[in-house]
């Protein structure tokens, strides 16, 4: 028996050195066959690895996402994943066919690498090597450009070019972009044609938008301004915006107006006004006053951020706290030339958290703007700035909607006028559809001075009124909270172009984010 061992074992070893053992890697068997060519029958997998980490170094300056992708093909059976399966079925050819019809989204298809892919494509189709060890270059390039590709094609069509909140000013939504793990699932993808058809933006408006961006660029000279409008909203309709609630209510900025949604039909639109422009040179200004740390030289900037929240409370007769801005910039100069102005506009000033009884007595250049100790209230009231509500919800830059005593700049036709709350043209009627019930409804509408719809409640409704205007007994207005329903979302949006009944309304860039935004996105167009 060991005699037997001793002469198999030598005999086993030389047929192992020679191959006869060795079995055709899946992309071999896949190509010979497709091609009936039998040099694919001799791929060898161990130099075809050193062939593909040797592109794959020398690719890196023109891969997307090249720590992804090289941690991806770490794995050394994913090296041909794309090529063994989309190739032959003709997917790999669908994924070209994106990338060179990528302009109806507005990129500039040379974004993508198609070129490269192209031109990989038709190396290995032509079908002209000697030897198989010719062919690994061209596969190695063409699962690389076709990985790179793909990534950079869900990337931008289905989430964007661009990040916004890295080149935005005062954007506050948190916009969904894709993670190793999600790009890992998109190069593992099964179906290619599936993936690549479940990418494309799919609303009526992102249709319509491209719809009219390929119109205008027939003529693109004449259409400059209005295509960068649509590629730039195309963007921003291309974001993933998560907690976007069914029902919400989305201020959009440029068009000064608010709309009520509810499973997308519409339940009620009106006018607002939102924060004034950012002083011109803003930037440059601000470096100024980094030197001088003088209010003189502080520049405005009021603008209503975009933001993303949920109602969560109605203040009725509400308290405005005048932030220490508008103290400092507005009140403090109002109160020196009219010793008579806070009482006569209702504001109450503290020191130190204490109440200062008399207002008219104090001595304003005594104090340095700058250095303001005081803190400021406006009491509830018909003259309040907020008016009779204000909607509140959770956000860092204390921005909430509100009705205002100044009914008259709702006829403006440019409403970018506040120091960045937005103020609601039809406060009641918003606070009915925000309140739960007819019930609450009535008590809000009693706390105004306005009757009930519930005519049995007229009593109740007498005996506030009485309660207020009783001399003996003299009658504070106070703020009073009421609860809103549960999870309508408030987005405050800015949108220069959208689609309205299949055609595309334009507006100006009240803000220049479309400015900013075309600026750092231009480069793929």
Same mark, same amino acid.
């Given at each position: 028996?060991?005699?037997?061992?001793?002469?198999?074992?030598?005999?086993?070893?030389?047929?192992?050195?020679?191959?006869?053992?060795?079995?055709?890697?899946?992309?071999?068997?896949?190509?010979?066959?497709?091609?009936?060519?039998?040099?694919?029958?001799?791929?060898?997998?161990?130099?075809?690895?050193?062939?593909?980490?040797?592109?794959?170094?020398?690719?890196?300056?023109?891969?997307?996402?090249?720590?992804?992708?090289?941690?991806?093909?770490?794995?050394?059976?994913?090296?041909?994943?794309?090529?063994?399966?989309?190739?032959?079925?003709?997917?790999?050819?669908?994924?070209?066919?994106?990338?060179?019809?990528?302009?109806?989204?507005?990129?500039?298809?040379?974004?993508?690498?198609?070129?490269?892919?192209?031109?990989?494509?038709?190396?290995?189709?032509?079908?002209?090597?000697?030897?198989?060890?010719?062919?690994?270059?061209?596969?190695?390039?063409?699962?690389?450009?076709?990985?790179?590709?793909?990534?950079?094609?869900?990337?931008?069509?289905?989430?964007?070019?661009?990040?916004?909140?890295?080149?935005? +000013?005062?954007?506050?939504?948190?916009?969904?972009?894709?993670?190793?793990?999600?790009?890992?699932?998109?190069?593992?993808?099964?179906?290619?044609?599936?993936?690549?058809?479940?990418?494309?933006?799919?609303?009526?408006?992102?249709?319509?938008?491209?719809?009219?961006?390929?119109?205008?660029?027939?003529?693109?000279?004449?259409?400059?301004?209005?295509?960068?409008?649509?590629?730039?909203?195309?963007?921003?309709?291309?974001?993933?915006?998560?907690?976007?609630?069914?029902?919400?209510?989305?201020? +959009?900025?440029?068009?000064?107006?608010?709309?009520?949604?509810?499973?997308?039909?519409?339940?009620?639109?009106?006018?607002?006004?939102?924060?004034?422009?950012?002083?011109?040179?803003?930037?440059?200004?601000?470096?100024?006053?980094?030197?001088?740390?003088?209010?003189?030289?502080?520049?405005?900037?009021?603008?209503?951020?975009?933001?993303?929240?949920?109602?969560?409370?109605?203040?009725?007769?509400?308290?405005?706290?005048?932030?220490?801005?508008?103290?400092?910039?507005?009140?403090?100069?109002?109160?020196?030339?009219?010793?008579?102005?806070?009482?006569?506009?209702?504001?109450?000033?503290?020191?130190?958290?204490?109440?200062?009884?008399?207002?008219?007595?104090?001595?304003?250049?005594?104090?340095?703007?700058?250095?303001?100790?005081?803190?400021?209230?406006?009491?509830?009231?018909?003259?309040?700035?907020?008016?009779?509500?204000?909607?509140?919800?959770?956000?860092?830059?204390?921005?909430?909607?509100?009705?205002?005593? +100044?009914?008259?700049?709702?006829?403006?036709?440019?409403?970018?006028?506040?120091?960045?709350?937005?103020?609601?043209?039809?406060?009641?009627?918003?606070?009915?559809?925000?309140? +739960?019930?007819?019930?609450?409804?009535?008590?809000?509408?009693?706390?105004?001075?306005?009757?009930?719809?519930?005519?049995?409640?007229?009593?109740?409704?007498?005996?506030?009124?009485?309660?207020?205007?009783?001399?003996?007994?003299?009658?504070?207005?106070?703020?009073?909270?009421?609860?809103?329903?549960?999870?309508?979302?408030?987005?405050?949006?800015?949108?220069?172009?959208?689609?309205?009944?299949?055609?595309?309304?334009?507006?100006?860039?009240?803000?220049?984010?479309?400015?900013?935004?075309?600026?750092?996105?231009?480069?793929?167009?």
């Amino acid at each position: 028996m060991k005699k037997a061992l001793t002469l198999i074992l030598p005999v086993c070893l030389f047929l192992s050195s020679c191959n006869w053992f060795k079995t055709t890697p899946e992309v071999g068997v896949i190509l010979s066959e497709h091609f009936k060519n039998k040099i694919y029958k001799d791929f060898d997998t161990a130099a075809y690895n050193v062939v593909f980490n040797r592109h794959l170094d020398s690719l890196q300056s023109k891969l997307s996402n090249p720590k992804v992708i090289g941690n991806f093909y770490a794995d050394k059976d994913r090296r041909n994943l794309l090529v063994t399966r989309f190739y032959i079925n003709g997917e790999l050819d669908t994924l070209k066919n994106y990338l060179e019809n990528s302009n109806i989204h507005g990129y500039n298809p040379e974004v993508f690498r198609y070129k490269e892919l192209e031109k990989t494509l038709s190396a290995l189709s032509a079908n002209q090597f000697k030897s198989v060890s010719e062919a690994y270059p061209v596969l190695a390039d063409l699962e690389l450009y076709a990985a790179s590709a793909l990534l950079k094609y869900d990337t931008f069509v289905g989430y964007g070019s661009v990040n916004p909140k890295k080149v935005l +000013n005062r954007y506050y939504v948190t916009t969904t972009r894709p993670d190793s793990a999600a790009m890992n699932k998109v190069l593992e993808t099964k179906s290619l044609t599936k993936l690549l058809k479940d990418i494309q933006p799919a609303s009526e408006n992102y249709k319509v938008l491209q719809h009219t961006l390929a119109v205008l660029k027939k003529d693109p000279s004449r259409n400059a301004v209005a295509i960068k409008a649509v590629e730039v909203n195309m963007e921003r309709a291309r974001w993933k915006i998560p907690g976007l609630s069914s029902e919400y209510v989305e201020v +959009n900025i440029p068009d000064f107006s608010l709309t009520w949604f509810k499973e997308q039909d519409t339940v009620t639109h009106m006018k607002v006004c939102v924060g004034a422009r950012r002083e011109k040179a803003y930037e440059e200004k601000l470096k100024t006053y980094a030197k001088t740390h003088s209010l003189d030289d502080k520049p405005k900037n009021h603008q209503t951020p975009v933001l993303l929240s949920k109602f969560s409370a109605i203040e009725v007769n509400p308290v405005w706290n005048i932030p220490v801005s508008i103290a400092k910039n507005e009140i403090y100069n109002q109160a020196r030339r009219d010793p008579y102005y806070l009482s006569n506009n209702n504001m109450k000033v503290y020191y130190k958290g204490k109440l200062v009884n008399d207002t008219d007595t104090i001595q304003w250049e005594k104090y340095s703007r700058d250095h303001l100790p005081f803190q400021f209230k406006q009491g509830s009231g018909s003259g309040n700035a907020l008016g009779k509500f204000k909607f509140m919800f959770d956000n860092g830059a204390s921005i909430y909607l509100h009705d205002t005593n +100044n009914k008259s700049a709702f006829g403006l036709a440019s409403r970018a006028i506040s120091h960045g709350c937005v103020r609601v043209e039809k406060p009641l009627e918003f606070a009915q559809k925000m309140v +739960n019930g007819n019930a609450e409804y009535d008590q809000l509408r009693m706390e105004v001075n306005l009757p009930p719809v519930d005519t049995t409640k007229m009593g109740i409704y007498r005996k506030k009124l009485a309660k207020k205007a009783d001399t003996l007994n003299v009658f504070q207005l106070k703020p009073k909270w009421f609860g809103t329903r549960k999870n309508i979302s408030v987005f405050i949006n800015y949108k220069t172009a959208w689609a309205e009944n299949g055609r595309v309304e334009y507006r100006n860039d009240v803000y220049g984010l479309d400015d900013a935004l075309y600026a750092a996105m231009k480069k793929y167009l």
